[in-house]
């Protein structure tokens, strides 16, 4: 174009805009492992070891399993403690039957499914990414690895996978009972 005496070049330029990466997954994750804003605590009791208590949200769990909604959604028979108690032999649903008025429990009580296995499907439902399964798995066999008897192991890291293959069939496990189809 031409302007007066003067040429010019007009060059349209779309503007830049970088966009940081998403954080969804990292900001959900730290609701589960900071406990921040939880309505709910997850007690897993199994076998001689100690309780391990996991600070959850029924609103994440409830939506990302329907064993969870359901049993948040209704009353349960120990809803005068506001326990929540999960027979080894039941799921959730088989304890629940319909209330009018929706109080979760603000404590549930976990007998059927280990701790590190519980962790891991908890980390799963708050991030759905496998991923984070393995790393907790990894995670919990490496603790249970450094509290044992200390002793060199010549099986080095197939006796890692092998120890492995229990706690995912738990997690598995827990997966099918909870009704999370996606794992």
């Given at each position: 174009?031409?302007?007066?005496?003067?040429?010019?070049?007009y060059e349209?330029?779309?503007?830049?805009?970088?966009?940081?990466?998403?954080?969804?997954?990292?900001?959900?994750?730290?609701?589960?492992?900071?406990?921040?804003?939880?309505?709910?605590?997850?007690?897993?009791?199994?076998?001689?070891?100690?309780p391990v208590?996991?600070?959850?949200?029924?609103?994440?769990?409830?939506?990302?399993?329907?064993?969870?909604?359901?049993?948040?959604?209704?009353?349960?028979?120990?809803?005068?403690?506001?326990?929540?108690?999960?027979?080894?032999?039941?799921?959730?649903?088989?304890?629940?039957?319909?209330?009018?008025?929706?109080?979760?429990?603000?404590?549930?009580?976990?007998?059927?499914?280990?701790?590190?296995?519980?962790?891991?499907?908890?980390?799963?439902?708050?991030?759905?990414?496998?991923?984070?399964?393995?790393?907790?798995?990894?995670?919990?066999?490496?603790?249970?690895?450094?509290?044992?008897?200390?002793?060199?192991?010549?099986?080095?890291?197939?006796?890692?996978?092998?120890?492995?293959?229990?706690?995912?069939?738990?997690v598995l496990?827990?997966?099918?009972?909870?009704?999370?189809?996606?794992?």
């Open positions: 174009g031409r302007v007066g005496n003067t040429d010019f070049v349209h330029t779309p503007p830049s805009v970088e966009v940081p990466p998403p954080t969804l997954t990292a900001d959900f994750l730290s609701l589960l492992t900071e406990g921040r804003h939880s309505d709910v605590t997850i007690e897993a009791v199994y076998g001689e070891a100690a208590t996991f600070s959850a949200h029924t609103n994440i769990l409830s939506q990302r399993s329907d064993v969870f909604a359901a049993a948040f959604a209704h009353e349960m028979r120990e809803s005068t403690t506001r326990t929540l108690t999960v027979p080894q032999s039941q799921g959730l649903a088989a304890e629940c039957r319909r209330c009018p008025i929706f109080t979760p429990p603000s404590f549930a009580q976990v007998t059927d499914v280990p701790p590190p296995a519980l962790k891991a499907l908890l980390h799963f439902l708050y991030t759905d990414d496998f991923d984070e399964v393995q790393k907790v798995l990894r995670e919990e066999g490496s603790s249970e690895g450094s509290s044992s008897s200390g002793g060199a192991s010549s099986s080095g890291a197939s006796g890692a996978a092998e120890q492995s293959i229990p706690q995912l069939q738990a496990a827990a997966a099918h009972k909870y009704g999370v189809l996606r794992l």
